[in-house]
């Protein structure tokens, strides 16, 4: 079966960076494109971009551009986010989530669990 | 960018039926997908491409989507339901992916 397994959750400081894994399992890594979901506390879901490892091209809205970074480890089928200058705000669940047909599906179809990255000083 | 828009929550009685709207300008020319998040979960898709059923998601759930609505409808409500739902879209224009803002379903 499907499985997207993340990292463990996060504490840091502001201003600093964090990288948040996500390996995937039960399927063919390249046939899919992985995207990162956030979630602030008590708020809903914001998309923040997604990596198409067979092509190896990303995508992210304008509001992340230039602070969030995805890559892919296709060797050992391992999405990455990095999320650097840590503000406050920056503190919620972040979701790496499958998308399907190399990515032409534009839909979820498997999420993993959720990583925490909580951001105090 | 594009802007899809949700009741913040919907009220049904267990064994009704309950329906959650997502609006967005000419929505019914997009596929719409809809997720069901319960607390402390992470999302799971319910509805994909407006209407279509995953595997393992009841018969109870169905979707549909014309002109500037899209609808998700739960027949024969029970406690299980009770959830947060989001539609989501793609932005060709924009070629970005968008959620709705949610609607929370409450069982009374």
């Known amino acids: 079966q499907v499985q997207l397994v993340q990292s463990g959750a996060e504490v840091k400081k502001p201003g600093s960076s964090v990288k948040v894994s996500c390996k995937a399992s039960?399927?063919?890594?390249?046939?899919?494109?992985f995207s990162w979901v956030r979630q602030a506390p008590g708020e809903g879901l914001e998309w923040m971009g997604v990596?198409?490892?067979?092509?190896?091209?990303?995508n992210y809205p304008q509001k992340f551009r230039g602070r969030f970074t995805i890559t892919a480890d296709k060797s050992t089928s391992t999405a990455y986010m990095e999320l650097s200058s840590l503000r406050s705000e920056d503190t919620a669940v972040y979701y790496c989530?499958?998308?399907?047909?190399?990515?032409?599906?534009?839909?979820?179809?498997?999420w993993g669990p959720g990583t925490l990255v909580t951001v105090s000083s | 960018s594009y802007v899809v828009t949700q009741p913040p929550s919907v009220s049904v009685a267990p064994g009704k039926t309950a329906s959650i709207t997502c609006g967005g300008n000419?929505?019914?020319?997009?596929?719409v997908h809809w997720y069901q998040q319960k607390p402390g979960q992470a999302p799971v898709v319910v509805i994909y491409?407006?209407?279509d059923r995953p595997s393992g998601i009841p018969e109870r759930f169905s979707g549909s989507n014309s002109g500037n609505t899209a609808t998700l409808t739960i027949s024969s409500v029970g406690a299980g339901d009770e959830a947060d739902y989001y539609c989501?879209?793609?932005?060709?224009?924009?070629?970005?992916?968008?959620f709705g803002t949610g609607t929370k379903v409450t069982v009374i």
């Open positions: 989530a499958r998308v399907g047909d190399y990515g032409a599906s534009h839909n979820f179809d498997h």
């Open positions: 039960g399927g063919i890594f390249t046939n899919y494109g």
């Open positions: 990596i198409i490892p067979i092509f190896g091209t990303t």
């Open positions: 000419n929505i019914g020319r997009k596929s």
């Open positions: 491409h407006d209407s």
């Open positions: 989501q879209v793609w932005d060709s224009s924009s070629d970005e992916y968008v």
